[in-house]
C-alpha cells in the first residue's frame, strides 16, 4: 500500500483514538507509527542498492511485485515483541507504536491481499 494512504488511514484513526485514549501523545504517537514503519522499505533499498534516492526508493517497490521480500518493521515478529514490550514494562506509548504498526500491518495485508492475490512475507521464520 502507498504511503499516502497509510497516512490517510492513521489520519482517520487519530481523532477515535485521541477520543479514547484521551491522550494527544497516544494518539499521535499510534499515528506517526502507522506510516513511519516504511522506513524499512528505505533502508531495504539503501542496504540493497547503496543508493540513498528515496523518490527511487518509492518506486522500487511500487513498480514491482516484492511479495516475497521481507522487512524488519513488517514482520509478525517485532510487531508481538513491541506488543509484549509494552505489556510487560506497562508503557502506554509503546503500545501506541504498537497499536500503529498493527494497523499498518493489517491494512498492507488487505492491500495485497487485493491486488497480488496473496499476503507478503510477514514472518522472519
Ligand atoms: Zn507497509
Known amino acids: ?3 499516502a494512504s497509510h497516512i490517510i488511514i492513521s489520519a482517520l484513526l487519530w481523532l477515535p483514538v485521541w477520543f479514547i485514549s484521551e ?3 497516544f ?3 499510534f499515528f506517526l507509527a502507522g506510516w513511519l514503519i516504511d522506513a524499512d522499505h528505505y533502508l531495504f533499498y539503501v542496504l540493497e542498492t547503496g543508493n540513498f534516492y528515496i523518490d527511487e526508493a518509492y518506486h ?4 514491482s511485485c516484492r511479495t516475497n521480500t521481507l522487512l524488519l518493521f513488517h514482520s509478525m515478529e517485532v510487531i508481538c515483541f513491541i506488543w509484549v514490550l509494552g505489556l510487560i514494562i506497562n508503557n ?3 503500545l501506541a507504536v504498537a497499536g500503529g504498526f498493527t494497523i499498518h500491518l493489517i491494512s498492507d495485508a488487505i492491500n495485497d491481499k487485493r491486488y497480488y492475490g496473496g499476503v507478503r512475507r510477514m514472518s522472519l521464520a
Open 60 to 63: 522500487y517497490f511500487n513498480d
Open 23 to 25: 491522550n494527544w501523545l
Open 92 to 94: 502506554i506509548y509503546i
Open 1 to 3: 500500500m502507498d504511503i
Open 27 to 29: 494518539a499521535t504517537l
